[in-house]
Structures are given as C-alpha cells and as structure tokens.
C-alpha cells in the first residue's frame, strides 16, 4: 500500500505435513502477479497460509502445474547413478557440450512469456556455467545462462523467454563436471481474466464477437513454418486448389445473425493472386468472393460480404491460385448484439429511450467511478457547426449514457482561455482523476491552431473551467490533436500523448511528454501562460513504422490503460494520414505496450506482432478510430468508432465496444 518493500511468505502443507515454504517480496503500489515458488504435492489435503507482513493488500492466488521433464529422458549427456536425484539418475558430461535436448509438447501451450528452471549441482565445487538456448519454430529466440555452485541440489532459474510459436526446443551447450536431475518450463503469468491484456499481447485473448483459427489447423495445404505468421505458422500450395476447410460448429453461432469473414494472407513472391473463399449453411451457399492478394507483408483481407447465418453448422473453404500464405481466418459478430459487442446508446436527461445525441460522438472516452456509474465524454455539433465536449453518466456499466443538457466545455459565446486566447472549437477529451478532482485533456482551436488544452472539474460533471494549452503547434500545418494522460502507477506522474497531423509530410504521429515537463519547460513562466504554451510538436516522437506496412503513414488516436508492470496503447493506424472523400486508405486498429521501468521514454513503445487488431468493416472506408481501453468491473472493453453498416442507417459513425475474452480456462 505504501511503495515500500513488504515480504509475503506462504506455508504449503500436504496433510497437515509442510511441503513448502515459499517467499516474496511485494514492491508494487499496484495489483501486479508475483511468483511465490514451487511445491511438490502427493497427499489427499492441501493447505496454504502465509504469515506476512502488514499493509500488503491480497486480491488472488493460483495454483498451476508446471511442465518438468527429468534430464534423463531428455539427455543429451552421460547417465550416472545418483541417489540424491529425483529419479536416482542424473546426467553428466566429462567435456563441454548438451546436457538436456528437450521439446516440450506444445499443443496446449499458451503464447506467453515462460522461465526455465534447472535442479542441478556441481560435482566438484566452484562455479560452472549452464547455458540454454531456446529455439521457437527453428530459430533461436533466446539464449538463457545461469551460474551454478554447491554440490547439493537447488532449483535454478534459468531465465526467461517468449514463446509465440507452434513448437519448442529448449537444449544446453554447458560447462563440463556439472549433475543435472531436472528440467522445468513455468508460465510466467497465470492464464487469468485479470490477465487479458497482456493474453491479448500474446495472441491468446480475442475481441468479443469473434471466432478465430490458425490456417494450419483446418488446412487443406502445406503447413510451412514462419515466424511472422500467427503461431509461426501458415499454409501455401503450389498448385491451385483448397487452402482452408473449416466448419464452424453451429454451437458457436446464432442462427438468424449477420457475420464478416477476414482472411489474413500474403503473396510469396509479390504477384497478385486470387483467393477465392466459399460460404456454405447446410446445403446453401451463403456466399462466394475472390479477393486479390498481392502485398508480400501479412494483412487481414475481407474475404466474402456479410453473411447470414441460417443453421446447421456453417462451412469455410476456398478454391485457390497458388503463391499464398494464409495465416488465420476469423469471423466477427455483427448483429444482433451481444453481451461482449455492443453499440453504445445514448439518452437525454431523465428521458430514456429518447434520443440524447443529434451527431456522432466522435471520440468515447469513459471513467469508471468507484460507485457503480460511468462517466463518459465525447464531442457534439452545435448549431453553429462548431464542436462542443458533452458528458453522460452510465448506470449500466458503459453501454447507455443519459447526456448533460449542457455542454461541460462550450463554445458559444467563445470564451477566452488563460495563455490561449478564444476558443472556437472543444472536442475528442480524454479524462483522469487525482486527489484534487477531474480533469480532461482535449482538442481545441481558436486563437491558435489544433491543440491540446487542460479544463478541471470538480466533480467530474459540472462547473469545467479550461486552465489553459499545453501543447500547441505553431501553424495549421500540424497539430496537437485527440489527447490523453496516463499515469505512472508507481509515482504517479503524468504524461500527456498527442497526435500530430502534419499536412506538410502527410504523415501523423504520436508523441508523449510528461506534463510536468510541459507545464514548467519555462522555469520563468507562471503556467499556464502564453510563454508557456509548447510550440513544437515533434516533441516526444513514438517510432512510427517503416513504410509499406498499414500503420506507416497514421500513428493516430488511441488511449494506454495499466495491468501488471506494463502500459498497453490501442491505437489506429492507417496508409493514409487522414481520412477524407479521396484519401480513405485500410484502417485499422492496433496495439502497443511499454514496460513500467521505461514508460518516461517515449521510444520504448513496441507493437505487438498481431496488429493489426481490428480492421474497418467495409475496406476502404472511412474509418475504424478513436479507440480507447478501459475496465469496467472485472471486464476490459475497447471502445472505438465506426460505420459498422449493420447498425448505422444515418451514414455516420458510431461508438461501439468490445470485450477482451479468453477462452474458457479451469482457472476461472
């Protein structure tokens, strides 16, 4: 509770006997996994209790199997008698070289990050060195090295490393004169619904509404290995013919609902070639569509038109040229709607079912409060064309809003903001609270262009004031637009990210800075004022990703949420840098993260290898954006906005949400 060091120490007893003592200590301000240790158990009654220290707050504990092997069944060294071994046999070598050639079996295993741990002694004393190397799909992914000393037995850990991939070997080039007993390979993080961001990262969660299978799975080709494909795997063929065959269960669909089939594939050799997929309900063909492939990069393709699903199990497969690689295939729920897929709703104040908004929202951030209720915020259209921010309480946990009457930052008359001038225009805010009450980031212009200003509330609801600009660029050529604050969990400082839209290098990117940084850049500015308003916004850049891929040219809106050690970005990405009548592009959204130990650097956002993780329903239109994570209960949602044509008869976008799903786990 304090940031301060406390040890956590559980006792493991097997009837009433003590198997284990396992010790830890908690550094984090925040609900973060930590490993307690092993235990070996052979008895009918298990018992755990700690005795620890006080100001620890426990929320779970877990308890998993681990996958150990003895290294005699894995040897790659000289089997010796060995009383003190958990066999009765160990493995030695007399000269440098492999002690264990392991490959475990990885049908259930999860992509996550994994650790190896070794029982091992030295036979003579001193120190000696073991040395892993971890092969995913063929090639090295890690190379794990440990000291060892003592000539009695201890558990080691080894190291860690990531596993995304379809098969494993773990195999030593180790220090002569060593006694090896046992290998081990322990899940770093609990397969948990606490856990679905960083599952997500992984590959191993999915957005609700959809259903997913590697191509290797349900192939009708040739399952090659590579490593940028989904569990480093995909399927080609040499001649025209079948490279998927799938049947959908009709357990897992609803009769009567609208779906979208996405194929995520590539050309070999750059060519255009044809994927042609088929749609069977039965004996109905639901759909059929040809689709040309011809970037030599992974990309998710729209397959076939929106189905309708009908009964009796549902069939994919196609008839293909030859020169792809398909990786996954997915289909996505698009009506009717669904506890884990929803649209949002909005009502006026104390008047539900009558309409609360009169133009699209724009942007949907949300706030979820300790009593139950939601607070959300998002953009309207005044009746002078301008934008207003506008807020709404849900009581539903973030599906129905009932909408202020009054805009919390209006426009009309304009007010005048400190160190900023007139504003014209409020919208696309993005809320955090303190010890000192609410405040929201958001877009404005007026006196100055496109930026990023600062209003606080008291209660999150009424009485906004805006205290002024903290990043504002110096002409209409870029921008400072749709920004948010995330929060250091450990030390609570705030960092504010912005999106700049430079129409001159028709490119958007994103940048952080702390904002302590922004507001006192000037140590002779009295913030906020006119001297202290930022003038760069190329301040702070993220990486952006090389060209040619489907984030190249729009690093855009987004918002980072906090779970175990790590940040996590949503974020869209797209091959154009804005969205208008003649430059729409492939949209899509991604995800990224940054490690708590890095989150000042701005360059240390990786993304993940998944991306992108939604693409726009309809290709080429304008767009799939704004997203934004939160969690709600026990729940992580992705709120974003789209046209999503199943649900929108007005022809502009609207907010909708989905929930992060694991499959379903014993731990659970």
Known sequence: MD????EFTDLAYADDAQ???????????????????EFGFAGSTLRLADWSDALLVVDRIIIEPVITANAKDVSGGNLVSDPASMSGTAVTRTTDGIYTWWQPTTTSLPHGSYSVYLRARTQNGGTLNFTDFVYVNGTQAAMLSVPITGTTYQWINVGSFDYMGSNLRIADYSSAGLAIDQVRLVQNKPMDGTLGLYHWWYGNASLGGTLSAEAESIAGGTAINDIAASNGQAVTLSATGIYLWWNVAATSLVAGAQYTVDVRMKSLDGSSHNFGLIAKSGSTQLAQQSTGVSSTSYQWYKALPTITYKNGGLLLSDWSDAGLAVDQIRIQLLSPQSTDYQQISYYGQGAPGTPGISSTPGRMTVLPQTNGQVYGYFRQTASDSSLEQYAGVSSDGGLTFEVQPRPIIAVSPNPNVPGFGSLTAAYDGSPFQTASGYYLVFEGAGTHPFSSLLAYSPDGLHNWTVQGGLVTPPSYTSSASTPSVLQDVESSALYLQWVDVDSTANKTSRHQASMSYLQSWNSQATWPSASALWSDPTIGALAQS????????????GGVINEDGYYYMVFEGAETYICSATTTGTWGIGLARNAQATLADPSKWAKSSFNPIMKQIQPGDCWIGYPQLAKIGATYFIYYSDSEANYSTSGTNSIYRRSIVLPVLPNN
């Open 3 to 6: 940031g301060q060091p406390h």
């Open 19 to 37: 198997v284990g003592t396992m010790s830890t200590s908690i550094t984090s301000k925040a609900y973060r996994w930590y490993r307690l240790g």
């Open 546 to 557: 090389p060209a040619n891929t489907w984030d190249a040219n729009n690093y855009g809106a």
